[in-house]
């Protein structure tokens, strides 16, 4: 668990809302995230935590409402765009190609190119295991070695992947959907001291997940989401067991911060 100062915000979420049809996944909801902050996202099924993140990640284009990073207005229509604005997202099924090799998933689609013939090109082997070895020894990342095969990997260890590549390229926001879920406890304790690593690095930190105890671990504030809208946004602080009756007291309707908000859409 930490605490923050007052910093920059990095994004700002203002009533964002999405609907599927008839179906109201997210009721205006607003998010800040400041710079070299981790931000936990809690809620319960169809809370509408990763609608709301798809939206920041350019997954999904929202119904209404803007997204602001570092005080500029965006407007994503892709995840490229975002990307392009350092927004990057680690999926809970990590995206990586199991077939290729630690060097090749973290270049996967942004390959380094050594000589260039019209369409074609010769590949830098060379400079791009260089640059993962450093990036896995920044992280102080335990890999046996860049040109492992990635399914030769274990669960922790691909989790590490993915969120080594989401970081390898100047991203200003790293998002996170369950990276811990289906780990071991050592594995997740590895997960856990890579993102506080990230987090004394600098980075900007959005945390999606189902462990509360992984959220009271790292993060310096918490938003709980519950039916598309959001009912909370606290620092994290108490006990563990405090903060587990309020978690649970937000998710389940008995608590909310923002109920008179909530009564329109």
């Known amino acids: 668990m930490n605490q923050t100062a007052e910093k920059h915000p990095v994004v700002e979420m203002r009533n964002i809302k999405k609907y599927f049809g008839g179906v109201h ?53 892709n995840p490229m765009d975002a990307r392009r604005q350092g927004i990057e997202m680690v999926y809970q099924d990590y995206a990586l190609a199991n077939n290729l090799d630690v060097t090749a998933n973290v270049f996967l689609g942004r390959e380094v190119v050594r000589i260039s013939f019209g369409p074609f090109g010769v590949l830098d082997y060379h400079l791009m295991e260089q640059e993962t070895r450093n990036l896995m020894n920044r992280l102080k990342i335990d890999i046996p070695s860049v040109r492992q095969k990635v399914e030769r990997l274990s669960g922790g260890q691909r989790q590490a992947v ?15 959907d369950e990276p811990t879920a289906a780990l071991s406890v050592a594995a997740i304790d590895k997960v856990l001291e890579l993102v506080r690593e990230l987090k004394a690095q600098g980075s900007s930190i959005i945390m999606i997940s189902h462990r509360l105890e992984d959220i009271y671990q790292v993060s310096d504030r918490m938003i709980v989401l519950r039916r ?13 067991h405090e903060f587990r009756e309020n978690v649970v007291a937000y998710m389940i309707g008995a608590r909310d911060d923002y109920a008179h908000e909530n009564d329109v859409d």
């Open 25 to 77: 996944a997210l009721r205006g909801v607003d998010l800040v995230l400041h710079e070299n902050e981790v931000l936990g996202l809690v809620g319960d099924n169809a809370a509408g935590k990763s609608t709301l993140m798809k939206v920041l990640s350019g997954a999904y284009i929202p119904t209404d409402g803007d997204i602001f990073i570092e005080g500029k207005k965006a407007h994503f229509t």
């Open 162 to 176: 993915a969120i080594a590549r989401a970081t390898a390229f100047d991203a200003k926001v790293i998002i996170m």
């Open 228 to 240: 598309g809208r959001k009912v909370s946004d606290t620092k994290v602080e108490g006990d563990l």
